[in-house]
Each structure stands twice: as C-alpha cells, then as structure tokens.
C-alpha cells in the first residue's frame, strides 16, 4: 500500500494504477462494435433500416449482466483465482466472438449475425462485471477514486479507437479485416491478465449459488441507509444527463457548424474529460470521496447552467470552447467521484453481483429521465431547460450529508 505522503505522479504510475487504465481500455473498445461501427457496416452492405433499428436490443446484456454476475463471485478457477479465471476466459471467447463477426459480417444472416453481435456484447458486458470486481478488490478504499478516473479514462480510449479508428481504418482495409484486426488486439488482453496478480477479496466467497445469488441483496438492504444510497445513484448525475441528452440538436439551433461541433465537442471535449478524470482521481486521494461529491456535484450543476449563456452569445467558438471545457472536465471530475462512491458501497465477497446491479440502476437516468428532454427544452426554450437541468442535481447534493458520519475520511 502507499504511503499518504507518495507524490501522486508515483500513485498514478504504480503497478495497480496501470492496470486500471489497461483494464479500462480493454474494456471499452469492444463496446461499439456491436454499436455504431456494426451498424455503419450493416448500412454499407444495403440492409434495411428497420433491421439495423432492430440491433439496438444486442446491447441488452449491458443492462442485464447482474443476472449472470453471481457465477463469477461463487466460483474461482484453480491457480488462476476467482477474477483471473473468469477474466481469461471470458476475453477468449470475446475475441473468438468478434473474430466470427469478421468471418461472418452483414453477409450473414440477420439471424446468424444478431447472435455474433450479442455473443460479442454478452462477453463485453462480462468482462466489464470483471474489471469492475477487480478493481474494486484490488485498491484500498482511498485509492478507488483514482483507480476510477484511470479506469474511465482507458474506457474511452478504448471506446475511441475502435469507433473513431475503426471507421477510419474500414475505409482503408475493409470492415472485415478491420474486425480481424480488434478481435487479435482484445486477445492480447489475455496477456495483460496473466500478468496481473490475483486480487485478494478479503473474505470467504459465497459457498452455493443460491448464496451468490440471495446474499448480495440481504446484505445490502440490512444497511440503514440502503434506500438512501440507490437514491443518491440515481439522482447524483440527473441533471447533466438530461442535459447532455439535447446538447447536439442545442448546438445546431444556436448556428453552430458541424465542423465547429465535431473538433471542439468531440475532440477537444474529450481531453478535457481526460483532464478532468485525472484531477478528480488525484483530488479525491487528496480530499477523500465525501468532500469531493460535494465539490464536483457543485461543479456539475454550474458546467450544467453555463450552457445557459450560449443562448445569448450565439455561435461564438470562443464561448462554446469555454463552456465544454468548464463542462466536461466538471464531468471528468464527477464521474471519479460517483464510480469510486459505487465501488465502495459493496461487500467484497460480492463485489461483482452488487457493481454490476449498482452500476446498471446508474444507467436508468439516461433512459428513463432523459427521454422526455426533447419535449421540456421546446417547452420552456434552452435557456430555462439548461437552468432546470442544473437544478436537478440539487435533490442528489441534499442526500449527501446522510453519509457524512460512514463516507467523510
């Protein structure tokens, strides 16, 4: 373990650290390939739009992964240990799956090719329940923060090669060697894995299924402040979802070019979001995980208002620069602070079960709250739907002193 008085770049660089960001990007780079670079393939070969609509239900495991999650906290494989185990084998069959694909591709049948792609997303999802389990068991309460942000950094380097360089790459080769080529970099992960020693859960595994199953459940909801805790996942990020679910549309009413959006929003917003998740992770190391809640939800809910005053400006690039980097590093720093909050809400003998539900009701918000968005901004235009969004982070910054006593280091 660290010493409190380590320099942080050491932190960042130590062994545990690394293996976050590496886990990270492993993670996220199968993600869109059953997504937008599937259906960018599928829109190539001549298929119908009602078929490739259709292909959004392949990303249901990410939804649903708490359902198989007790299996990887009942059962250890020998030597190998209860994560690497399942690790390994899970990123075997996911680059043999993503292999298939690049054989098989849209040339398939709809049929044949809608379960490669959920094949794909079933062990993409896994192994997200994996890292997360991981990483949760492999850092100390205080490091998680950090672990957090190096962890969502990878991600969405991860998310960013095989999306943005993967279509650019299948213009140059092709679709299907391209798949090739991401189903023998996500099988060098297995390496990355032997590498890395097992964590170490603390206490004793669940001895049934049953257990694995029921424990987790009881053991949360025996906490007093159960309740509490799902409501503050809930609402924590309310407004900036809602919010970042019109950003586009709100972009392109104010006269903003789509050039101007796709280098300063994509690009440039997500170093700033790097950024952020860097000095978040080393903020909370710093400041602790409650305090840090507090200051970045703060931060969240005034990036959230900024967009506010893009209605007066009008498309002023300086303006737009000023407001998403205000807004994505807010985001970055946030984003730290509530998965580091996740991970540490869970009993390591069933760190994978209770993340993987944790993390699934976090995605709630950005289905549920933001699919009326479109109707409240025409409602009450974009500057008072902006203001209203930043408003809605108030309810989760009002649970927080609940776990002053037990979150406050």
């Not at 999802?125 to 850092?139: P, W």
């Not at 919010?243 to 586009?248: F, I, P």
């Not at 807004?327 to 209770?354: H, I, P, Y």
């Amino acid at each position: 373990m660290t010493s409190p008085s380590e320099p942080i770049a050491r932190r960042i660089l130590s062994g545990r650290m690394l293996a976050a960001f590496a886990m990270g990007f492993y993670g996220g780079a199968p993600l869109l390939l059953t997504g937008s670079v599937l259906l960018a393939w599928m829109e190539e070969r001549g298929i119908d739009l009602t078929t490739i609509g259709l292909f959004a239900l392949v990303g249901l495991p990410y939804t649903l992964k708490f359902l198989w999650a007790p299996v990887f906290d009942r059962f250890h494989w020998p030597r190998l240990g209860r994560r690497r185990g399942w690790l390994l084998l899970t990123q075997l069959l996911l680059a043999v799956s993503i292999g298939s694909l690049a054989v098989y591709g849209p040339g398939a049948s709809a049929l044949v090719l809608a379960g490669l792609a959920l094949a794909v997303a079933f062990f993409s999802a896994s192994q997200d329940t994996l890292i997360d389990a991981y990483r949760r068991e492999s850092l100390h309460d205080r490091e998680q923060g950090l672990g957090a942000s190096l962890y969502v950094n990878g991600y969405r380097l991860g998310m960013l090669l095989a999306s943005g360089g993967g279509l650019i790459l299948a213009d140059w080769i092709g679709f299907s060697d391209m798949y090739g080529l991401m189903a023998a970099l996500m099988a060098t992960g297995m390496l990355v894995t032997l590498l890395l020693p097992e964590a170490a859960a603390g206490e004793a595994h669940p001895n049934s299924l049953k257990d694995a199953v029921v424990l987790p459940f009881v053991e949360f909801f025996r906490r007093s402040e159960a309740v509490w805790i799902l409501l503050f996942i809930l609402l924590y990020k309310l407004g900036d979802t809602v919010a970042g679910q019109m950003t586009t549309p709100f972009y392109l009413e104010m006269g903003f070019s789509k050039t101007e959006i796709g280098a300063v929003v994509k690009l440039f917003g997500f170093w700033a979001t790097v950024l952020g998740g860097l000095a978040g992770g080393a903020l909370i190391l710093r400041y602790g995980i409650y305090r840090t809640l507090w200051q970045f939800g703060l931060l969240q809910l005034l990036s959230t208002a900024a967009f506010a005053v893009l209605v007066h400006t009008g498309p002023q690039l300086p303006a737009l620069t000023a407001v998403i980097s205000f807004e994505n590093l807010s985001a970055g720093m946030g984003t730290a602070a509530f998965v580091a909050f996740m991970a540490n809400q869970t009993d390591r003998r069933f760190t994978a079960t209770q993340y993987a539900l944790l993390s699934s009701l976090m995605g709630v918000p950005r289905v549920i709250a933001a699919a009326p968005s479109g109707w409240l901004a025409t409602t009450v235009g974009w500057q008072n739907f902006f203001i209203l969004c930043a408003l809605f982070a108030i309810p989760g910054l009002l649970v927080l002193p609940r776990f002053r006593t037990w979150l406050a280091d």
